[in-house]
């Protein structure tokens, strides 16, 4: 699986950085239409207010590290997070609406996360694909200037448990519950892709597996599929993307319920 993984990376890092590129220029055109239909609708006055402006400011940093999230998730380097955001500041920096626009980040890195991304792809069940960083946004204007601290945390999490039945044979049902969050709130898959490991290979689960998806709308599935194994444990991934694009992959191993 990791060697199925890094293939599909190496082939796809090159499109991914420019589709990063391709974001962020979509970032800037929305920024600037989003301050201009604002300076419309603002009760007849020339100008929008200015807690308008900021909120669409921090929408930006927040789209900017969903994309990038996207990016390193399916095979971008983790400096893309950095590169973005750098490119964002200095996109504030030529707005002038309200005056100067100034935007510091710091990327986190801890334990955890290195230049603000944490992938964890692990055996336990779990997986996370999560972006993080801090936020200083200072408005220098002729009027008054305003200093505005937050974070944006962009987690994709899946949790995955189950366990097998034997049918004939070498034949086993694998059961799976698999559970979906951004942010720590349910949220539904785009996409769900099915592995189990046999003889040393990871092979891809289908149709022919007599697979059965069970959607309750809430983030959580019930999976099912029948595997021709000959031990007495399933090692299986549930490999999957949400709304946004971003990947996340959760192992596990099954047992005999």
């Keep these: 699986m990791k060697e199925y993984r890094r293939r599909l990376r190496a082939n796809s890092s090159g499109q991914l950085l420019i589709v990063a590129a391709l974001a962020i220029a979509v970032l800037i055109s929305s920024t600037t ?35 990038s999230l ?13 590169a973005n955001l750098n490119e964002l500041s200095k996109v504030f920096r030529s707005l002038n609406h309200f005056g100067i626009c100034h935007l510091d980040f710091t990327a986190l890195d801890d334990s955890a996360y290195n230049s ?25 204007g002729m009027a008054s200037n305003i200093t505005v601290n937050y974070a944006v945390n962009i987690t994709t999490t899946v949790t995955i448990d189950g366990y097998y039945t034997k049918l004939a044979g070498n034949e ?22 099915l592995f189990y490991e046999k003889l040393g290979s990871w092979i891809p689960v289908n ?6 998806i069970m ?10 599929f029948n595997v021709n194994v000959p031990s007495n444990q399933v090692q299986v991934s549930v490999n999957v993307y949400d709304l946004h694009d971003i990947f996340v992959q959760a192992n596990t191993t099954c047992y005999e319920a």
């Design 70 to 82: 996207v990016n390193v998730s399916n095979g971008g380097e983790k400096t893309v997070l950095t």
């Design 172 to 193: 086993k049902q694998v059961n799976l519950t698999c559970k979906m969050h951004n942010e720590g709130e349910p949220t539904l898959a785009k996409n769900i892709n």
């Design 116 to 140: 603000g991304i944490w992938l964890s792809w692990s055996i336990s069940g779990l997986g996370v694909s999560s972006a993080y960083a801090n936020f200083t946004l200072k408005v220098y």
């Design 33 to 67: 239409i989003y301050v201009y239909e604002l300076s419309k609708e603002t009760n007849g006055t020339d100008t929008p207010s200015i807690s308008n402006f900021v909120l669409a400011l921090k929408q930006s940093t927040k789209n900017t590290m969903v994309s």
């Design 215 to 224: 959607d309750y709308g809430n983030g959580t599935y019930i999976l099912s």
């Design 207 to 212: 149709s022919s597996n007599n697979l059965s």
